[in-house]
C-alpha cells in the first residue's frame, strides 16, 4: 500500500443516478483504510476556486438512494486552460490533497488525464455517464437507472397509442450513442429504433411501418436516439407523415427526465463497487486509470484508452431488435 494520506473525490460533467453511491464508497473506504477525505463541490471548477470541504462517514448518511449528485457538477471551461489548472494545483497543494478520484464520462477523463501529466498528481477516473458510452467497461454509472426510466414512459405511452391508433417517435437520449435507444427499444417493444451509429434507417423504417400496416398493428412506437442520423424525432416524423398521410403521428422527447430519479439497485452496486476499487487502486500506487466493470468483473483501462477508444454496439442487439419487432 502507497502512503497517500488524503484523497478527493469530485463530480464532473452531466449527472448520472448512482454517482452518490459511488462518492459514499469513495468516503467510506477512505474512513475505512484510515485515509482523510474531502469532497470537491462543483467538479474541476470546485478545485479552482477551492471550493473543498472535509467529509468523513456520515457526510454520505442517507444518499445511496438519491439521484444527482451531492457534489455537484459543472463542465469547467477554465479548467481546460494551463492557468486554471495551475489554479487547481495550489488549492490541491493548499489542503494538502495527494490523489484524486473523478466520477464522469470522457471529457472528464481527458482533464483528469492531463492534470496528472502536469501536475504529478495521481487520479482515478469512474465512469459516471446515462449514455454507456466509455471504453473499459460493460456499464457506466446511471445507464440502467435510465434506460428503466424510458421503458417506464414507453410503457406508458404505448397504452396511449393503442387506445387511439397512433403512431408515437419517443426520442431519447444519445447525442452519440445508441446504447439507451437500444436497450429500451428491445426492452419496450419497439418497432423500430434510430441510432446514431446507422446511416440510412428511414428506407427501413418506412417498411417496417408497411409490415406493421399490413398485419394490422394498433400501435407503433420508435425509439429515436438524439443524435441518429436522419434528424432526431420531429425529421423523422415529419418525413414518416408525408410517406403515411393517414398516420395520426406523435412525437415526445423525454429530454431530462432520463437523467434523474432514485438509481437502480444495479446502478447502486456497480458504483459501490467502482467506488471502492478506486481508492484501493491509489493505494496500490497505480494511476492515470480508470476503475470499469467488464463479465461481473471489476477491472481497469488507462484513461488514454478510455479516452480516445469507443465502445462498438454489439450486432447482436440489432439482430434481436429486428427478430423481436416483427
Same mark, same amino acid.
Given at each position: 500500500?502507497?502512503?497517500?494520506?488524503?484523497?478527493?473525490?469530485?463530480?464532473?460533467?452531466?449527472?448520472?443516478?448512482?454517482?452518490?453511491?459511488?462518492?459514499?464508497?469513495?468516503?467510506?473506504?477512505?474512513?475505512?483504510?484510515?485515509?482523510?477525505?474531502?469532497?470537491?463541490?462543483?467538479?474541476?471548477?470546485?478545485?479552482?476556486? %477551492?471550493?473543498?470541504?472535509?467529509?468523513?462517514?456520515?457526510?454520505?448518511?442517507? /444518499? /445511496?438512494?438519491?439521484?444527482?449528485?451531492?457534489?455537484?457538477?459543472?463542465?469547467? +471551461?477554465?479548467?481546460?486552460?494551463? +492557468?486554471?489548472?495551475?489554479?487547481?494545483?495550489?488549492?490541491?497543494?493548499?489542503?494538502?490533497?495527494?490523489?484524486?478520484?473523478?466520477?464522469?464520462?470522457?471529457?472528464?477523463?481527458?482533464?483528469?488525464? /492531463?492534470?496528472?501529466?502536469?501536475? %504529478?498528481?495521481?487520479?482515478?477516473?469512474?465512469?459516471?455517464?446515462? !449514455?454507456?458510452?466509455?471504453?473499459?467497461? !460493460?456499464?457506466?454509472?446511471?445507464?440502467?437507472?435510465?434506460? %428503466?426510466?424510458?421503458?417506464?414512459?414507453?410503457?406508458?405511452?404505448?397504452?396511449?397509442?393503442?387506445?387511439?391508433?397512433?403512431?408515437?417517435?419517443?426520442?431519447?437520449?444519445?447525442?452519440?450513442?445508441?446504447?439507451?435507444?437500444?436497450?429500451?427499444?428491445?426492452?419496450?417493444?419497439?418497432?423500430?429504433?434510430?441510432?446514431?451509429?446507422?446511416?440510412?434507417?428511414? +428506407?427501413?423504417?418506412?417498411?417496417?411501418?408497411?409490415?406493421?400496416?399490413?398485419?394490422?398493428?394498433?400501435?407503433?412506437?420508435?425509439?429515436?436516439?438524439?443524435?441518429?442520423?436522419?434528424?432526431?424525432?420531429?425529421?423523422?416524423? +415529419?418525413?414518416?407523415?408525408?410517406?403515411?398521410?393517414?398516420?395520426?403521428?406523435?412525437?415526445?422527447?423525454?429530454?431530462?427526465?432520463?437523467?434523474?430519479?432514485?438509481?437502480?439497485?444495479?446502478?447502486?452496486?456497480?458504483?459501490?463497487?467502482?467506488?471502492?476499487?478506486?481508492?484501493?487502486?491509489?493505494?496500490?500506487?497505480?494511476?492515470?486509470?480508470?476503475?470499469?466493470?467488464?463479465?461481473?468483473?471489476?477491472?481497469?483501462?488507462?484513461?488514454?484508452?478510455? /479516452?480516445?477508444?469507443?465502445?462498438?454496439?454489439?450486432?447482436?442487439?440489432?439482430?434481436?431488435?429486428?427478430?423481436?419487432?416483427?
Amino acid at each position: 500500500m502507497s502512503k497517500i494520506k488524503k484523497i478527493g473525490v469530485l463530480t464532473s460533467g452531466g449527472d448520472a443516478p448512482g454517482m452518490n453511491a459511488a462518492i459514499r464508497a469513495v468516503v467510506r473506504s477512505c474512513v475505512y483504510y484510515k485515509i482523510e477525505v474531502v469532497g470537491i463541490i462543483q467538479g474541476f471548477n470546485g478545485l479552482i476556486h %477551492n471550493e473543498i470541504q472535509p467529509f468523513d462517514k456520515r457526510s454520505v448518511s442517507n /444518499i /445511496i438512494n438519491k439521484g444527482g449528485t451531492i457534489l455537484k457538477t459543472a463542465r469547467s +471551461e477554465e479548467f481546460k486552460t494551463v +492557468e486554471g489548472r495551475k489554479k487547481a494545483y495550489e488549492n490541491i497543494q493548499k489542503n494538502g490533497i495527494e490523489a484524486l478520484v473523478i466520477i464522469g464520462g470522457d471529457g472528464s477523463f481527458t482533464g483528469a488525464s /492531463i492534470f496528472e501529466e502536469e501536475f %504529478n498528481i495521481p487520479c482515478i477516473g469512474i465512469p459516471g455517464t446515462i !449514455d454507456n458510452d466509455i471504453y473499459g467497461t !460493460d456499464y457506466t454509472i446511471g445507464f440502467d437507472t435510465a434506460v %428503466n426510466t424510458v421503458v417506464e414512459a414507453a410503457d406508458k405511452i404505448r397504452d396511449t397509442a393503442s387506445s387511439h391508433n397512433r403512431f408515437f417517435f419517443i426520442e431519447v437520449m444519445g447525442r452519440d450513442s445508441g446504447y439507451i435507444a437500444m436497450y429500451s427499444g428491445i426492452a419496450c417493444g419497439a418497432e423500430k429504433v434510430l441510432i446514431p451509429e446507422l446511416d440510412g434507417e428511414f +428506407e427501413s423504417l418506412v417498411e417496417t411501418l408497411k409490415q406493421s400496416h399490413a398485419s394490422k398493428k394498433t400501435s407503433n412506437i420508435v425509439i429515436v436516439a438524439e443524435g441518429d442520423q436522419e434528424g432526431g424525432a420531429y425529421e423523422i416524423a +415529419e418525413k414518416t407523415k408525408k410517406v403515411f398521410p393517414e398516420y395520426d403521428v406523435k412525437v415526445t422527447v423525454l429530454g431530462h427526465i432520463q437523467r434523474g430519479g432514485a438509481p437502480s439497485y444495479f446502478d447502486r452496486v456497480i458504483a459501490t463497487r467502482m467506488g471502492v476499487k478506486a481508492v484501493e487502486v491509489l493505494l496500490l500506487g497505480r494511476s492515470n486509470i480508470m476503475v470499469g466493470i467488464e463479465n461481473n468483473h471489476i477491472v481497469t483501462t488507462s484513461l488514454k484508452d478510455a /479516452i480516445k477508444q469507443h465502445p462498438s454496439l454489439n450486432p447482436e442487439l440489432l439482430n434481436v431488435a429486428q427478430i423481436a419487432s416483427i
